[in-house]
């Protein structure tokens, strides 16, 4: 059970420097994400899980736990089903 989790974060907008504050997914990591100042289609950097963790003020409960949502998973096994994008959640506790 985690107590003290931000869950808002402010992303700011690489192309326009728009910053709007959002409410991050605890169970999900977010891909992708709409500037609402220029409507661009904002994507992680190469290293990053989400879009939180490229742009935000405050990473991605996901990071900030420190548990790394692949750990365990072979990537080799999810290249063949590429429909979904979205990493499911492994245990949790
Ligand atoms: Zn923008």
Do not use: W
Not at 55 to 61: E, L, S
């Amino acid at each position: 059970m985690v107590s003290d989790l931000v869950l808002t974060s402010e992303i700011t907008c690489p192309h326009c420097g728009h910053i709007r504050q959002e409410t991050m997914p605890t169970n999900a990591c977010q891909f992708f994400y709409e500037c609402q100042g220029c409507h661009k289609l904002l994507k992680p950097l190469p290293g990053d899980c989400c879009v939180f963790c490229s742009y935000g003020t405050v990473k991605c409960p996901q990071c900030n736990s420190g548990s790394v949502h692949s750990s365990g998973f072979d990537s080799s096994d999810s290249s063949r089903h590429s429909t979904e994008g979205m990493p499911r959640p492994a245990e949790v506790e």
